[in-house]
């Protein structure tokens, strides 16, 4: 979100800088749980969309396989407004001195059948509904004074006034992405306690938080999102990572709270993964930036539910690659984004999140959403107004899904808002002619796009072992532990696998040529040696061979150390036969000459079958001196 705090932003004194962590107001964490919220009703039928929404490759597609571009924007408010000093009660210590009261901004000033009728006029199609932990927690009644233009809504907490807006929302046709946004119901994005997820909880509370939340709309179809965490970045001493296996693996984290969202809570929800917004610290000489989506090149997530998964990124002109958007203390030498070419900014925006949806067919390949950018109404700044029209024509060019930040505001207070209204409820804005922000966005929301059905494409997901095990087949742990003490990995039900690493247990899935290739019911087999080697069929001569019973394939693997441990092989729908052939990768890489997949292990030693192939067998060796990692694969035509 914008800033006018950037100032204090990673340098500021530790001493400082603890102050301001201490005076964040905590959460209440033993409290009954809130009413349900009401029971949602049918969309408008002019409204066409059908959920539940998913993935086909670079596009988000409706239940009917039609696209669905996200055209969102944020509404702001319930992740919550004070900006950390002074009274909490006196609205001049609140961002753009806007008291939110943890509820939505507006709802003292306008009723929400004229908030939305005015948010059908800038043609959105759905909302970005920031919520802080705090809030979920909060049992005392908001104040009249929040809720002046919508009286129906006193004497309610702020999140039952949260499920009042999604519903009021969802029925009357908008999508509605769920966002936790802060831990604190404190502006972000600083040194605030937000910094991640787990900054003043645990990750189990946190995950705990997003079940209970994806619990409460599951019955709302329209609710078709879990934006999970925002703006991921380094607090005083220690920066997150993607990847590591510690408590601030941002990539592990938001696989949890993923993979509980989808088995526990509603498997429907579409996951909205940001990157990591900030690392470093910002002082010229040493190292700083902001990663965005590229470590996603490396490790990408695989959920369980194959078609789930849409990886976010937040872009504003004032701040850049390497530039923290601080002003003052913590502002460095390196450019802006509205200081760039508008071929440089292209291209920054693709090296950090456009690579993702733009290079298909790979393991990382999702659509992606940019779900904050923005610009203020009164800003005369020739450089930050070139950004905005470059960066609206990049989307609107790109067919590109995005947000704007912020969507309400009040008169006089942030001239960032799409739409502003003073303590009467009359509106201002980017409706208005004057406000110069309107041609870029009138460009971006009538611009050509995709529309109707879009084709099924191939799938290809990564498995990783790093850490743990990574078993994404909810047929698979159905079964339960087939390799007690080992780290395992399986492809999500509907892929197969098809390639692997020598040396980092990183392997390859893939639905390509065949589609699911396995047959009804979850028989499987763990092969732990040579008895389905057949007779005069040694395939990797010296070296020991986990084959799969005729007519299985492989789906996953597991190892101890990093020596392979079991193959995991199960039945085909269809029989699979012939003799097929032996892909070596102990000394350099063995891929089709296509890659298809992308590296799914980067710098070591893969194989991998072709797409019309299916992998049935594992070679590896325990002689001194030799890598125990896998080395040979067994791949056979599919029939």
Known sequence: MPTTRVVQYLTGGVGAALLLLAAAPGTVVAVAEPSAPTAYTAAPAADTWQPPLSTRGRYIVDAAGNRFRLK???????????????????????????DSYGIPLGLDRAPLSELLADFHELGINSIR???????????????????????QLRGKTPLQIYDAVVA????????????NHTNTSRWCCGIDGNERWNSIQTTQQWADDWVFMARRYAANPRVMGADLYNEVRRDITDDPNWGLGDDHDWYAAAQLAADRILTEADPALLIFIEGINWTGLPVDGLPHGRPTLTPARTLSHTLVATHKLVYSAHFYGYTGPRHSGAT?????????????TRDELYQALYDEAFFVSEDTGRHYTAPVWISEFGIGAGETGTAARAWFGNITDYFADRDADFAYWPLVGWEGHDDWALLRYDSSGHRYGILDQADWRSTAWNHLMTSPTITGPVDPVPTWRMLSTDHGDYVQSLRVRAGGDWDNGAYKAACPDGLRLIGLSHTAGRGLCTD??????RAAGNAQTV???????????????????LQCPSGQYLIGYSRRGARVSAALCVPAVTPQAGTGRTVWFDRSDNRPADTAGGDFAYGDYKGQCTDDEYAAGIAFTTRVGSGA???????????
């Open 72 to 98: 969102s924007a944020n509404w702001d408010g319930a992740q919550g407004s004070w900006t950390g000093s002074g009274s909490i009660f006196d609205a001049t210590n609140h961002h753009a001195g806007q």
């Open 129 to 151: 509904l920031p919520f802080s932990n705090e809030m979920i927690h909060t049992t005392a009644a908001v104040p009249d004074v929040a809720v002046t233009a919508n009286p």
């Open 168 to 179: 009021a929302l969802t029925q009357d046709g908008f999508a509605v992405i769920l966002n």
């Open 328 to 340: 003052g203390i913590g502002e460095t030498h390196d450019p802006r984004y509205q200081d760039l």
């Open 512 to 517: 390509v040529t065949t589609g699911d290739l």
């Open 527 to 545: 092969v732990t040696d040579e008895r389905y080697v057949p007779a005069g069929g040694d395939w990797a001569s010296g070296y020991s061979k």
């Open 629 to 639: 990692g896998p080395a040979a694969l067994l791949c056979r035509k599919i029939s």
